[in-house]
């Protein structure tokens, strides 16, 4: 049976949810991105008696590498789980002390077969995080002959994209135009894709949430990832419910339910392969 | 100190002949599978066997792209396609998935490249790479000078950077944006591109906010002449010039400055008339172009905001097939319009720019005609200085 951790967006929802879900994945300030939640002081950490997991994934420069060194040690004085890194430099300097937690391979677009989780595994990495941009047939594979213990995003919006430029502040400054917003969207065909400019650059997310519920009973993954990004929290508690106690008898009723619940909603790549060459 | 390598894509075996005869020591090329151009013409093994064969002759290095990310169905290709790959006689091979990398060292005794793809951009994963044995790096376009330069004096390992093409707007292999609108994998060569369409920025409440231009996440080129001397100083070993699926006249046009002007800083310590260099490099790829991120600015003035109003210009006029010493005719096959009375330039690999007067122009009927309307029709030109085939002529602008 899978665990049920959350992409959290608040204290308040962490408190809300954590007596329903194992456990959260959570950024740390100026070191992650696709986290809906970073902190600055990690005592707060000590708080949540859960399984939690450390985001540090954003692409490292040179001057981040110290950042780096301190944050690795700093969490061995916390009951974390595990690290998620994106940028090889967070394994190097994870194995050059020993550390009392596990590192997790989350180069979201790049976990799409199991030779290359295998691999990252020789290197003492004992989890990884499985692409969203791939099918189930894939999926179930890697599930089958990976070494490594393994978690999936299967609801929520969808990262697609991260720049170190400032794309929306690029945009504003060019034609002199204000806004103030956190968070905004771009339009294209009627979908609307949020879109977030921060410190650390651009993230941009799918138009459509995921809502993978249909598969998750058969899935055999350790962690099965919900992200509230963008998502009311009352809804996004109804989710979580559903998803801890979904089964083969209800998943179909479950299913439709959560589809109800919103307009944009769809089973992402589970069950459509992307293309790459278009002409033979 | 040993010489920059000048390093030029090539998408076919033509573009390959041309990039080395203007001047690249060294090209990247796409084989039969798992490279980053699925929907380019790529080279079969005989191509590249002829590609090595004319590089090498000419003692210069083919490397070949196997940068994909694998999915489950193409780890069991990998081990014998690099081995075919290797009978080729290739140089390196550049891969992007560190799994891919093993299987190369594992298998053949090619030297690995790690692709930009990888986005490296500090010297803990450059050390990380080279203790895994690739042989060069190449950095992320995200790298500013400071951040190359403290790469290349904490590693002792080859360093290699783009200098010149299009830009991604994110760091490589974080781009997903054509699987979800397009469907079209981008990390498995099959990128349309998205961040050159226009959409509609709106704010938090999705109201619209509009500029005189819509929104898009269009970045300028690439162009770092001005900053080749430094770049040299610094010590990397290979300038890279982006654009697989780039037209003949492009590559030999881009190799051609970069090439005077890395060996006018070797001869002379400067490279002089930068402006007018910048100028048909600007024209050749008909788009804006600024250093990126080398200088730590990347802000609104290297956002593209044209609307995709950019149009392809008619520069290039021809290619020249054969020459005639004796009665100086030169025969030439039609690229763009071409009309009596035409000032144009005439370029190669072995001479200066020629500057001519188009004054007669013969069709293949023998007649005497003003115009050549025709794509790939052949003409000849008499033309007093000697050319010679596999020149270009383009416009004098």
Same mark, same amino acid.
């Given at each position: 049976?899978?665990?049920?951790?959350?992409?959290?967006?608040?204290?308040?929802?962490?408190?809300?949810?954590?007596?329903?879900?194992?456990?959260?994945?959570?950024?740390?300030?100026?070191?992650?991105?696709?986290?809906?939640?970073?902190?600055?002081?990690?005592?707060?950490?000590?708080?949540?008696?859960?399984?939690?997991?450390?985001?540090?994934?954003?692409?490292?420069?040179?001057?981040?590498? #110290?950042?780096?060194?301190?944050?690795?040690?700093?969490?061995?004085? %916390?009951?974390?789980?595990?690290?998620?890194?994106?940028?090889?430099? $967070? %394994?190097?300097?994870?194995?050059?002390?020993?550390?009392?937690?596990?590192?997790?391979?989350?180069?979201?677009?790049?976990?799409?077969?199991?030779?290359?989780?295998?691999?990252?595994?020789?290197?003492?990495?004992?989890?990884?995080?499985?692409?969203?941009?791939?099918?189930?047939?894939?999926?179930?594979?890697?599930?089958?002959?990976?070494?490594?213990?393994?978690?999936?995003?299967?609801?929520?919006?969808?990262?697609?994209?991260?720049?170190?430029?400032?794309?929306?502040?690029?945009?504003?400054?060019?034609?002199?135009? #204000?806004?103030?917003?956190?968070?905004?969207?771009?339009?294209?065909?009627?979908?609307?894709?949020?879109?977030?400019?921060?410190?650390?650059?651009?993230?941009?997310?799918?138009?459509?949430?995921?809502? =993978?519920?249909?598969?998750?009973?058969?899935?055999?993954?350790?962690?099965?990832?919900?992200?509230?990004?963008?998502?009311?929290?009352?809804?996004?508690?109804?989710?979580?419910?559903?998803?801890?106690?979904?089964?083969?008898?209800?998943?179909?009723?479950?299913?439709?339910?959560?589809? #109800?619940?919103?307009?944009? +909603?769809?089973?992402?790549?589970?069950?459509? #392969?992307?293309?790459?060459?278009?002409?033979? | 100190?040993?010489?920059?390598?000048?390093?030029?894509?090539?998408?076919?075996?033509?573009?390959?002949?041309? /990039?080395?005869?203007?001047?690249?020591?060294?090209?990247?090329?796409?084989?039969?599978?798992?490279?980053?151009?699925?929907?380019?013409?790529?080279?079969?093994?005989?191509?590249?066997?002829?590609?090595?064969?004319?590089?090498?002759?000419?003692?210069?290095?083919?490397?070949?792209?196997?940068?994909?990310?694998?999915?489950?169905?193409?780890?069991?290709?990998?081990?014998?396609?690099?081995?075919?790959?290797?009978?080729?006689?290739?140089?390196?091979?550049?891969?992007?998935?560190?799994?891919?990398?093993?299987?190369?060292?594992?298998?053949?005794?090619?030297?690995?490249?790690?692709?930009?793809?990888?986005?490296?951009?500090?010297?803990?994963?450059?050390?990380?790479?080279?203790?895994?044995?690739?042989?060069?790096?190449?950095?992320?376009?995200?790298?500013?000078?400071?951040?190359?330069?403290?790469? +290349?004096?904490?590693?002792?390992?080859?360093?290699?950077?783009?200098?010149?093409? /299009?830009?991604?707007?994110?760091?490589?292999?974080?781009?997903?944006?054509?699987?979800?609108?397009?469907?079209?994998? /981008?990390?498995? =060569?099959?990128?349309?591109?998205?961040?050159?369409?226009?959409?509609?920025?709106?704010?938090?409440?999705?109201?619209?906010?509009?500029?005189?231009?819509?929104?898009?996440?269009?970045?300028?080129?690439?162009?770092?002449?001005?900053?080749?001397?430094?770049?040299?100083?610094?010590?990397?070993?290979?300038?890279?010039?982006?654009?697989?699926?780039?037209?003949?006249?492009?590559?030999?046009?881009?190799?051609?400055?970069?090439?005077? /002007?890395?060996?006018?800083?070797?001869?002379?310590?400067?490279?002089?008339?930068?402006?007018?260099?910048?100028?048909?490099?600007?024209?050749?790829?008909?788009?804006?172009?600024?250093?990126?991120?080398?200088?730590?600015?990347?802000?609104?003035?290297?956002?593209?905001?044209?609307?995709?109003?950019?149009?392809?210009?008619?520069?290039?006029?021809?290619?020249? %097939?054969?020459?005639?010493?004796?009665?100086?005719?030169?025969?030439?096959?039609?690229?763009?319009?071409?009309?009596?009375?035409?000032?144009?330039?005439?370029?190669?690999?072995?001479?200066?720019?020629?500057?001519?007067?188009?004054?007669?122009? +013969?069709?293949?009927?023998?007649?005497? +005609?003003?115009?050549?309307?025709?794509?790939?029709?052949? $003409?000849?030109?008499?033309?007093?200085?000697?050319?010679?085939?596999?020149?270009?002529?383009?416009?004098?602008?």
């Amino acid at each position: 049976m899978s665990k049920l951790l959350t992409i959290p967006s608040s204290m308040e929802e962490i408190e809300k949810t954590k007596n329903i879900v194992d456990g959260f994945i959570i950024g740390i300030e100026n070191l992650s991105v696709n986290t809906n939640m970073c902190i600055s002081d990690l005592n707060d950490l000590k708080k949540i008696n859960k399984d939690i997991f450390i985001s540090i994934n954003k692409n490292m420069h040179n001057s981040d590498l #110290k950042k780096i060194e301190e944050i690795l040690d700093e969490l061995d004085n %916390l009951n974390i789980k595990g690290v998620l890194y994106y940028d090889i430099a $967070v %394994l190097s300097l994870y194995k050059k002390k020993k550390h009392k937690y596990e590192l997790v391979w989350y180069q979201e677009h790049a976990t799409t077969n199991y030779d290359t989780i295998n691999y990252w595994n020789s290197f003492g990495v004992n989890y990884a995080y499985i692409s969203s941009d791939i099918s189930m047939e894939e999926i179930n594979l890697i599930t089958k002959k990976s070494k490594s213990k393994l978690m999936i995003t299967m609801f929520g919006y969808l990262p697609m994209f991260v720049s170190k430029r400032h794309i929306v502040k690029n945009y504003l400054d060019y034609f002199n135009l #204000k806004d103030n917003s956190k968070l905004n969207y771009i339009e294209k065909e009627n979908n609307i894709y949020p879109i977030i400019d921060k410190k650390e650059g651009t993230i941009v997310y799918s138009s459509n949430i995921l809502n =993978g519920i249909k598969e998750v009973v058969n899935l055999n993954v350790d962690y099965i990832v919900l992200n509230s990004f963008d998502i009311n929290l009352d809804k996004f508690i109804t989710i979580i419910k559903y998803f801890k106690n979904v089964t083969k008898e209800n998943v179909k009723e479950y299913n439709e339910n959560i589809n #109800k619940k919103f307009t944009n +909603i769809d089973e992402g790549f589970l069950n459509k #392969k992307t293309i790459y060459k278009v002409k033979k | 100190m040993k010489k920059v390598e000048l390093l030029s894509p090539a998408g076919d075996l033509e573009r390959l002949k041309v /990039a080395l005869m203007y001047g690249a020591d060294a090209v990247y090329i796409g084989g039969p599978m798992l490279n980053l151009r699925a929907n380019a013409i790529n080279f079969t093994f005989d191509e590249i066997k002829e590609g090595v064969k004319f590089a090498h002759s000419l003692k210069k290095k083919v490397y070949v792209t196997v940068n994909i990310l694998l999915h489950n169905e193409e780890i069991s290709l990998v081990k014998d396609y690099v081995k075919k790959i290797e009978k080729c006689g290739v140089d390196a091979v550049i891969v992007s998935d560190p799994a891919v990398i093993k299987i190369v060292i594992d298998n053949t005794k090619l030297d690995v490249h790690v692709s930009t793809q990888s986005s490296t951009t500090n010297i803990e994963t450059v050390k990380f790479f080279k203790e895994i044995g690739a042989t060069r790096v190449v950095l992320a376009r995200e790298c500013t000078k400071k951040e190359i330069q403290e790469i +290349i004096d904490n590693v002792d390992i080859e360093i290699e950077t783009f200098i010149h093409g /299009a830009m991604c707007a994110g760091y490589s292999g974080r781009c997903v944006m054509s699987n979800f609108l397009t469907n079209r994998d /981008a990390n498995r =060569g099959g990128c349309s591109q998205i961040c050159r369409w226009d959409f509609d920025l709106l704010d938090k409440n999705k109201k619209q906010i509009k500029g005189k231009k819509p929104f898009t996440f269009c970045s300028k080129d690439l162009s770092m002449l001005r900053y080749l001397s430094d770049m040299i100083d610094m010590g990397i070993t290979s300038f890279k010039i982006e654009g697989r699926m780039r037209s003949l006249y492009y590559i030999a046009t881009v190799v051609s400055i970069y090439r005077k /002007a890395i060996d006018e800083y070797y001869k002379t310590g400067k490279i002089t008339d930068i402006e007018n260099k910048e100028k048909v490099l600007r024209r050749c790829a008909n788009r804006d172009s600024v250093p990126q991120f080398f200088n730590d600015i990347y802000d609104s003035t290297c956002s593209y905001y044209n609307g995709r109003e950019e149009i392809s210009n008619q520069d290039f006029l021809g290619i020249v %097939l054969d020459y005639n010493k004796e009665t100086k005719i030169a025969t030439i096959e039609e690229r763009n319009y071409i009309k009596k009375g035409d000032i144009v330039e005439i370029f190669g690999p072995n001479h200066e720019i020629i500057t001519y007067t188009f004054n007669k122009i +013969i069709d293949e009927d023998g007649n005497i +005609i003003d115009v050549v309307r025709h794509p790939k029709q052949i $003409v000849k030109i008499k033309i007093d200085e000697f050319v010679e085939n596999y020149d270009l002529i383009r416009i004098k602008s």
